[in-house]
């Protein structure tokens, strides 16, 4: 009989400082300023590892098909590292329950902010690998994202790989086929505390306006902005 799939579970740190401030937002510094740190820089860290392990992950499973593009690949690994999917891993293995935050940020459930779950992944991956090294780390990484990587990659046809293709992408290749011309995205405000901003973001094409999105990153307001446009020239329902 095949195994049972094993349950995610988050690595255990032989550092309790490092692991502590890897949970840490900057609100709850504000209030306690005698903790040893906030999480930022961490982050910082564990966006460049996730980036490099999810690649090394994708060339060393699929690099020697003929069936997958380089580009295909690029838009894989964005994919596997955007937002949306480090904060649904994050979810599932309990971060949103062990985050350190200001007696505010958690007044407005900030822990199930998909953006504030995504950058506490990021640092956990950056402390595992300050006290671990990478080897234990890859482990770790390719544990969590080889189901998911495949599970995209049966859904790519020689013609289409449209899953892999955020909404900017795909805006993007209507505004060239329309108009030969990139979409340009506008930051129109911003709003709301560190720990809860709001982003507004327009997306232009050849002085039109052709959506806008919310997020609480730029990058998730612009596609919210292209989801708006896709809906606009009828590329979505």
């Known amino acids: 009989m095949p195994r049972a799939p094993q349950p995610l579970e988050l690595p255990t740190l032989k550092d309790e400082e490092l692991w502590l401030r890897a949970l840490t937002h900057r609100s709850y510094i504000n209030e306690h ?12 860290l564990g966006d460049a590892i996730l980036g490099f392990l999810v690649g090394e992950l994708i060339y060393k499973r699929y690099g020697n098909s003929e069936n997958i593009t ?15 999917q480090l904060s649904e891993l994050a979810r599932e293995l309990g971060v949103a329950d062990l985050i350190r935050l200001g007696k505010g940020a958690m007044q407005t459930n900030a822990q199930e902010n998909p953006s504030l779950l995504s950058d506490t992944f990021e640092a956990i991956i950056a402390a595992y690998y300050l006290d671990a090294g990478v080897v234990k780390v890859r482990q770790f990484v390719h544990r969590l994202f ?3 990587a495949d599970r995209l990659m049966s859904s790519v046809t020689e013609d289409s790989d449209a899953t892999l293709i955020d909404s900017k992408g795909q805006f993007q290749q209507w505004a060239l086929k329309h108009h030969q011309q990139i979409p340009v995205y506008k930051l129109i405000g911003e ?3 560190d720990h809860d901003k709001v982003f507004v973001v327009e997306v232009w094409v050849n002085e039109t306006k052709y959506g806008e999105g919310q997020g609480r ?7 919210q902005a292209a989801e708006s446009a896709l809906h606009r020239v009828g590329e979505r329902e």
């Open 33 to 44: 300023p005698h903790a040893s740190g906030h999480n930022e820089q961490l982050e910082f």
């Open 70 to 84: 380089e580009a295909q690949m690029t838009r894989l690994r964005a994919k596997l590292v955007d937002e949306t």
């Open 146 to 148: 080889t189901e998911i």
């Open 191 to 193: 709003s709301g505390a």
């Open 217 to 223: 990153r730029k990058k998730e307001a612009e596609k």
